[in-house]
T-cell receptor
Framework: AQTVTQSQPEMSVQEAETVTLSCTYD???????LFWYKQPPSRQMILVIR??????QNATENRFSVNFQKAAKSFSLKISDSQLGDTAMYFC??????????FGAGTRLTVKP | DTGVSQDPRHKITKRGQNVTFRCDPI?????LYWYRQTLGQGPEFLTY????????KSRLLSDRFSAERPKGSFSTLEIQRTEQGDSAMYLC????????????FGPGTRLTVT
C-alpha cells in the first residue's frame, strides 16, 4: 500500500522557536514527489514546499526546510522562527506515480505568542 | 487569475437527494482533481481529469458519484441518493500539466446530509 503517516496529531511551539513535523511514507516506487501543504483555519490549502525524490539536496523555502531521508522513507518539515500565521493544519503528501496524490492525516500546529 | 473556485461553499441536503458541485480551475491548467476530506483527516483522492478526459477514479467513487469536465474547463461532481456518510468537505484542485505539478486547491464545498 502506498500510504503517508503523520504520527503527531497536534503540536505547539512558541513564537520565534523552531518546530519539526514528522512524516513517513510507504512506496515501492523509485521516483516520486513529496509535498507539505498548509491548511489554515477555514482557508484554502496551499503548498509550503516540495521535494523531488531523485534529488538528494533538501528543499528549502525561506523559513521552511525539509529533511528528506529516502532510504528511511522519511520527509520531515522544519519551521524556523515560527510566526503566529504558521498556525494551521499541515499535511504531508506524495505522488507515487503521475496521477493521484496521497495525503497524511495531518498535524495541527499551534504557534503560541 | 482568481485561483480555483468552488460553488456552493456549503450545501445541506436530506438523505436521498441528489447534489451537484461545481469547480472552476485556474484557466490555463489542464489537470483537475476532486478530493474528499472528512473531519480530522487528510484529503482523499476521488478522481482526476486531463483536459476533458477522466483518467482515474478511486475506489471511493461509488456508482452514486459521477464527475464531468465536458469542455476541459469547469468540472461538476454529482452525488446521487446522498447518504449521511457522504457528509464531508469536497475539494477541487488544478495543476498545469502533470501530476507532479503543484496542485492549487479551491476553498471546498462542505456537504451536510441530514
Amino acid at each position: 500500500a502506498q500510504t503517508v503517516t503523520q504520527s503527531q496529531p497536534e503540536m505547539s511551539v512558541q513564537e520565534a522557536e523552531t518546530v519539526t513535523l514528522s512524516c513517513t511514507y510507504d512506496t515501492s516506487e523509485n521516483n516520486y514527489y513529496l509535498f507539505w501543504y498548509k491548511q489554515p483555519p477555514s482557508r484554502q490549502m496551499i503548498l509550503v514546499i516540495r521535494q523531488e525524490a531523485y534529488k538528494q539536496q533538501n528543499a528549502t523555502e525561506n523559513r521552511f526546510s525539509v529533511n528528506f531521508q529516502k532510504a528511511a522513507k522519511s520527509f520531515s518539515l522544519k519551521i524556523s522562527d515560527s510566526q503566529l500565521g504558521d498556525t494551521a493544519m499541515y499535511f504531508c503528501a506524495f505522488i507515487p506515480n503521475n496521477n493521484d496524490m496521497r495525503f497524511g492525516a495531518g498535524t495541527r500546529l499551534t504557534v503560541k505568542p | 487569475d482568481t485561483g480555483v473556485s468552488q460553488d456552493p461553499r456549503h450545501k445541506i441536503t436530506k438523505r436521498g437527494q441528489n447534489v451537484t458541485f461545481r469547480c472552476d480551475p485556474i484557466s490555463e491548467h489542464n489537470r483537475l482533481y476532486w478530493y474528499r476530506q472528512t473531519l480530522g483527516q487528510g484529503p482523499e483522492f476521488l478522481t482526476y481529469f486531463q483536459n476533458e478526459a477522466q483518467l482515474e477514479k478511486s475506489r471511493l467513487l461509488s456508482d452514486r458519484f459521477s464527475a464531468e469536465r465536458p469542455k476541459g474547463s469547469f468540472s461538476t461532481l454529482e452525488i446521487q441518493r446522498t447518504e449521511q456518510g457522504d457528509s464531508a468537505m469536497y475539494l477541487c484542485a488544478s495543476s498545469k500539466t502533470t501530476g507532479r505539478d503543484e496542485q492549487y486547491f479551491g476553498p471546498g464545498t462542505r456537504l451536510t446530509v441530514t
